[in-house]
């Protein structure tokens, strides 16, 4: 059974996943915030998100999701793979 991460910060206290955030250009080439899911052996996921109105990037980006990951798969939040039971 899947648990839920026991966030702290950007990082998972259980399964040591971390998040951080990406800004990225869509397919518009307008800039969208991204999670970007690592573990100890790097990248492993990414979740972009649309356009969020007033919300905008101190340095605009140069790349687009393809450009910057291109063979990351893309979905949400990988389940917390601790095997600590409680």
């Known amino acids: 059974m899947a ?3 026991d ?3 950007d990082a998972c206290r259980r399964c040591g996943l971390h998040r951080r955030e990406e800004w990225l ?3 518009a080439r307008r800039p969208v915030l991204a999670l970007v899911w690592t573990d100890r052996s790097g990248d492993r996921q990414v979740q972009p998100f649309p356009q969020l109105l007033g919300l905008e990037p101190a340095t605009r980006p140069t790349m687009t999701l393809a450009e910057a990951f291109p063979d990351l798969p893309v979905g949400p939040e990988p389940p917390c793979a601790s095997r600590e039971q409680r």
């Open 25 to 27: 250009l869509d397919g």
């Open 3 to 5: 648990r839920a991460h």
């Open 7 to 9: 966030w702290m910060e």
